[in-house]
C-alpha cells in the first residue's frame, strides 16, 4: 500500500510540475488574402461558407457588430476553418473614406488589426468632424481628394491613432496618396450599390445578400 500511495504520489507531483502546452492558434487567423478587387479575405480561402462583410468605419452598427459580434464569428467558424470572412467597403461619407484608406495601411498582415482598432476608436475620431476647417473641405469641392484626407487626418486626431497601430503619420499620409487603394475603395463601394447593398453592415453569405443580419446566430442561419 505504501508502495501504492508512493507511485501515485510521484506522479501527482509530475503532473503539477509538468509544463501545458498552449493550444496552438489557429492558422487561418492569420491567413489574409487580398482578391483581384482589392478586398480583404481572413481565414480558409476554401472555406465551404464564404462570408462577406460591407462595412462602413463611421457606421455605429459596423462598430459594434465588429466589437461583439465578430470576435465570437471569427473563434466559431473563421478559425475552424468553417467558413471565411471578406471585407468589401462601402463608403458612406470623405470622411469615412479617409479611415478606409488608413485600414489598408501597412500592408495585408495589419488590415483585420487596423480595422478593428479604427472601429474600436470610432468614436473619439468621428467625433472631431466638427474641427474640419472651411479650408479642407474646400479641397473636397475642388475633387482633392487625397488634401482633403491628409488634412482631415490631422484635424481630427487621426494621427496618434494609427500611431498605436505602428503607422507613423508620414507612413499614413503615403496611405492617403495611394490610387490604386482609392481606386479599390470607390470600386468596391460602386459594385455594392449595384448588388443592392443600402446599409452596412451588410452580409452576403454564399452569393446571397442578406437581410437584417445583427449577431453570430443570425450569420450561423444563414450558412451551409
Not at 47 to 54: L, Q, R, S, T
Not at 126 to 134: L, M, P, Q, R
Not at 202 to 220: C, K, M, R
Request: contains cysteine; glycine residues 8%; hydrophobic residues 45%.
Amino acid at each position: 500500500m505504501k508502495k501504492y500511495l508512493g507511485a501515485v504520489l510521484v506522479g501527482v507531483m509530475a503532473l503539477s510540475t509538468a509544463t501545458v502546452a498552449a493550444p496552438a492558434p489557429s492558422k487561418w487567423l492569420s491567413t489574409v488574402t487580398v482578391t483581384d478587387k482589392g478586398a480583404h479575405i481572413l481565414g480558409n480561402p476554401a472555406a465551404p461558407n464564404k462570408v462577406v462583410e460591407y462595412l462602413s468605419y463611421t457606421c455605429g452598427h459596423c462598430a459594434d457588430f465588429e466589437m461583439k459580434e465578430a470576435p465570437a464569428f471569427k473563434t466559431q467558424f473563421v478559425a475552424t476553418g468553417k467558413a471565411s470572412l471578406e471585407i468589401r467597403n462601402m463608403v458612406l461619407n470623405p470622411v469615412d473614406l479617409t479611415a478606409a484608406m488608413l485600414a489598408r495601411c501597412g500592408g495585408k498582415a495589419k488590415f483585420f488589426g487596423n480595422q478593428r482598432h479604427l472601429l474600436a476608436t470610432q468614436a473619439i475620431w468621428s467625433g472631431k468632424t466638427k474641427n474640419i476647417s472651411a479650408a479642407t473641405r474646400d479641397k473636397l469641392k475642388a475633387q482633392d481628394y487625397t488634401g482633403f484626407m491628409v488634412s482631415t487626418f490631422d484635424e481630427i486626431g487621426l494621427g496618434p491613432i494609427m500611431q498605436q497601430r505602428g503607422i507613423t503619420p508620414a507612413q499614413a499620409k503615403t496611405c492617403l496618396a495611394d490610387k490604386a487603394a482609392l481606386n479599390f475603395i470607390i470600386g468596391m463601394t460602386e459594385a455594392g450599390s449595384a448588388l443592392g447593398v443600402r446599409g452596412t453592415p451588410a452580409f452576403l453569405v454564399n452569393g446571397v445578400l442578406q437581410d437584417h443580419i445583427h449577431n453570430v446566430a443570425e450569420l450561423q442561419a444563414a450558412m451551409k
